[in-house]
């Protein structure tokens, strides 16, 4: 039986194909049609889904919609009904969109892909909820999903037992500690639904000094529960966010160019800090209802990894899980899974362990492209010269662009389009952005440790939880390792890690263990193989495009190594065309 | 099946009945005769602001 | 010949740029109204009567009770 889900039309647009309840391919459409966060009909997406499994639309059993269409749009009617006459500009710039895409979803489904069957809608909220606990390893779970907002939903506390879910209570539109991130997201002079985790980044570099001034902004309860004052927001009524109270209490808006002050920071800090309170407070709450010991995570919020890292420690549970797409694009897994785990009933055969679920490239159609383009390269004899050769030149404190096997699904790179770097340098961080990242100075860059040598470098939660594979924990570098790994040790100790298992990436995996032969350390830099502003690279010319415009030394791609230097006829900058 | 011609029609109509929200019938109303101009007139989605969240 | 295939391309883009700008009035004026008269008639009778569309005001919990289940497979058909 095959499912596809779809979500699309907000951020993230994203198809996940299942057959028999196991994922045959999920990808989101930003790779495809290279438009950061695309909310497109995920046509591009779907039709590698389909491509994947070798059929076509019509031989599709169920397709599933991330959402209910009607109540969202029950919502946003309820907004303007409230705050007429103010919302006026937001009512014309919405509705439009509506009228032509949002609520023809099953016509243009059908047209566009073939499909002939009717289209199953599930809510948001249990979207997310699915997309975590039926790819879990758990038989039964508390499930907190927590977002920006669904049709009304923005933040739900649920329960699952075998293939049942039930959403307990929610907390409704305006209210929303997604939401309340983007506001200070778009006050901090970032791109709101895009940007959120460089404040994350950024938070470490600051003390919550407005810590008491958030507490007049949001209302948490005995219950539980919490609540916005909304005098400090605009976002119910305008394209705006914050109020002209907001921008009272906590300065003037920083513009895109304007340097970054320790005001920024100190609100960065105090942004996480009410965020964690929260999200512990919600999470003891629901430890409290269920009395169950697993937790599953979903939902925007669920990609604050920090957050994420202190759950286990300020709450009673005692094991986490989150799926690597936790945002909107993995409510397309989501759906497809509801359908088939619990619509349908079929019993529950698959648990998410590793995130390679997007497009590959044989060795042939490799071959045939640099051919094509005459790009200069040498190929491996074997695995073992590829991963000697790899660790050796990252030893060496070249930046490598490493593509190969299946596209990770979700917002990390996790070892199959990823730019490894040598962990140990001190100048890494500024080489790579010198290079090929032009980061901001504040963002850290990422490590990837294998699982076996985790404890010996971080302070983790035990058992390791599976999100670490997914990079959605941060957790303290121990103290005594820090000076070993100044490319990858955020302002606090702390990393953002990637942990890896010989049997979810052998020839990756390798690459490490061979890094620890010559450096004595089994862990690498790893950071997003993409030219800033634009998605993670997709196909073999993306890769090869991005080595040759920005500072990566050489790329790895299935068993070929290409070498910058050696094609300077396609050089070019790729700072000069940035879009970020 | 479920979705044949006029599921949103027919599904606004149930929405309102089940759930008892007749206030919606007046802004519906109108809508449905804007959006059948806006569609005729073939005018493109407009692309979201950073901000759209709707 | 040159002259005339480039008048007719500026031309084109021209008579596009004008009909986008056209559907731009339109949209704008048929929105105002339904605006206007859809939203603001409803919303101003509500608030006569009291009735809000948000909870922006009230203090105590946030909850909303839901105990939402698996239900029937024809429920998910529907778009709410």
Redesign the interface.
């Known amino acids: 039986m095959r499912i596809l889900g779809i979500s699309c039309y ?1 951020h993230d647009a994203a198809a996940c194909l299942i057959k028999d309840g196991k994922i045959v391919a999920a990808t989101e459409e930003e790779r495809f049609t290279r438009v950061k966060h695309d ?1 497109s009909f995920p046509i591009n997406a779907i039709n590698y889904c389909l491509e994947e499994a070798g059929i076509k639309g019509k031989d599709i059993d169920y397709v599933g919609f991330y959402e ?4 969202k749009f ?1 919502r ?10 103010k919302s ?1 500009w ?12 949002k ?4 016509s243009t489904i059908r047209k566009k892909i073939g499909y002939k ?7 948001h909220h ?1 979207a997310h909820a699915a997309s975590s606990y039926l790819v879990s390893p758990f038989k039964k779970a508390a499930i907190l999903t927590t977002d ?2 669904g049709e ?2 923005t933040t ?1 506390l ?1 329960y699952a037992n075998g293939n ?12 929303s500690l997604g ?1 309340l991130y983007s506001a200070v997201t ?1 006050h901090l002079g970032f ?4 940007h959120e985790y460089k404040v994350m980044g950024l938070a470490p570099y600051g003390k919550p000094t407005y810590y008491d001034k958030f507490k007049k902004l949001i209302r948490i ?1 005995e ?5 916005l004052d ?1 005098k400090y927001f605009v ?2 009524y305008k ?3 914050p109020s002209k109270r907001f921008i009272k209490e906590f300065g003037p808006v920083r513009k895109r160019e304007e340097k970054i002050e320790q005001r920024h920071k100190d609100i960065a800090a105090s942004l996480q800090k009410i965020t964690e309170e929260v999200l512990f407070h919600l999470a003891n709450h629901l430890y409290k209802i269920t009395k169950m010991e697993n937790l599953c995570l979903a939902g925007g919020v669920a990609l604050n990894s920090v957050a994420n890292g202190k759950i286990l420690r300020n709450t009673p549970f005692k094991q986490i899980y989150i799926q690597a797409a936790a945002g909107d694009a993995g409510t397309s897994l989501g759906v497809a899974f509801y ?1 088939y785990n ?3 009933g079929k019993k529950r055969v698959y648990v998410m362990d590793n995130a390679y679920h997007g497009t590959h490239f044989s060795t042939n159609e490799i071959k045939n492209y640099l051919d094509k383009n005459k790009i200069v390269y040498l190929t491996f004899k074997d695995d073992n010269q590829l991963v000697k050769q790899t660790a050796k030149l990252i030893y060496e404190n070249n930046v490598i662009g490493w593509f190969q096997d299946r596209m990770e699904w979700g917002p990390r790179a996790l070892g199959a389009r990823s730019i490894l770097s040598n962990p140990t340098n001190p100048k890494m961080k500024e080489i790579l952005n010198l290079k090929v990242k032009h980061r901001e100075h504040f963002r850290p860059f990422a490590p990837v440790v294998t699982t076996e040598d985790t404890y010996d470098y971080f302070e983790a939660d035990k058992p390791l939880p599976i999100p670490a594979d997914f990079m959605l924990i941060v957790y303290p570098i121990k103290k005594e390792k820090r000076r070993l790994l100044p490319a990858v040790t955020h302002v606090d100790g702390s990393g953002r890690l990637q942990t890896i298992k010989k049997s979810q990436n052998k020839r990756y995996y390798a690459v490490i263990k061979e890094f620890e032969k010559l450096s004595g350390v089994p862990i690498l830099v790893n950071t997003s193989f993409n030219i800033r502003g634009e998605p993670i690279v997709c196909t073999p010319e993306h890769a090869y495009r991005c080595m040759m415009g920005t500072g990566i030394d050489y790329l790895i791609m299935d068993k070929f190594l290409i070498a910058r230097k050696d094609n300077p006829k396609d050089m070019w900058d790729s700072e000069k065309t940035i879009n970020d | 099946m479920a979705q044949s011609r006029f599921y949103l029609l027919r599904d606004i109509w149930s929405f309102m009945k089940e759930r008892k929200k007749w206030w919606l019938l007046p802004i519906a109303i109108m809508l449905i005769l804007v959006g059948i101009l806006i569609v005729i007139g073939q005018s493109s989605s407009l692309s979201p602001f950073i901000y759209a969240l709707f | 010949m040159n002259n005339a295939v480039v008048f007719f391309k500026g031309f084109k883009q021209g008579f596009r740029n004008f009909s986008h700008l056209i559907t731009d009035i339109v949209n704008f004026v048929l929105l105002f109204i339904v605006y206007f008269t859809g939203i603001g008639i409803v919303s101003i009778i509500s608030k006569l009567f009291g009735k809000h569309f948000m909870d922006l005001k009230s203090s105590g919990s946030s909850w909303v009770v839901r105990k939402l289940k698996k239900r029937p497979i024809e429920e998910y058909y529907r778009l709410f």
């Open positions: 907000y909310i209910k269409p009607l109540l029950e946003l009617l309820s907004q303007h009904l409230e705050m007429f006459p006026f937001s009512f014309y710039k919405a509705l439009p969109s509506w009228i032509n895409e609520l023809r979803v099953p069957g009717d289209i199953l809608f599930v809510e249990m920006g907002i009304w939903a739900t649920g049942e879910i039930t959403i307990d209570k929610e907390i409704h539109f305006p209210h939401l778009a791109k709101v639904n895009d309860n219950d539980g529960s919490y609540k909304m976002y119910h394209l705006t966010m359908i619990t619509i349908l």
